[in-house]
């Protein structure tokens, strides 16, 4: 067995590798998206997915209720973070270049948490709509809690 004979073995066992890998993430893809797609949020404002590039991240997906942020995330370990939005102080959009071409951007949300001062919802579509829906959430809740004063 020549030296042609091994490099040829170890392509062939790359690319079967590769093409095990993206089965596997296609197929959590899929199994995760199905479930995420059946669950029911009660005062759902806005849901989306996290997209890299062109494609899209279906196990990390963020809501906005009536009352709060939910950022749910994970493949294998699924996790929630949750942040009111009576805590908000300021939200910006950012977006660069690529994220410009294809209508993405992260949308930056500065709270007074004391655990999470900032919350980035990332690659997310039409960030500028997104960001309108959260300031006008943001704004409804703070009328319906006048107890609350922004610093």
Known sequence: MGFRDILWIVIIVTIIFVLVIIGLNVLMMFLNSRRLKK??????????????????VPWHKYVITQDK???????????EKETFLYLVVDITETENIFQRMINTGNIIVSTRDE??????????????VVKNILSNAVRRERKTRPEVVVR
């Open 115 to 128: 655990n999470e001062k900032e919350l980035i919802l990332r690659g997310i579509k039409d960030p500028l």
């Open 69 to 79: 942020i939910l950022e749910k995330s994970g493949l294998f370990v699924m996790r």
């Open 39 to 56: 669950e029911v949020i009660p005062d759902e404002v806005w849901s989306g997915i996290m997209h890299k590039g062109l494609i899209p």
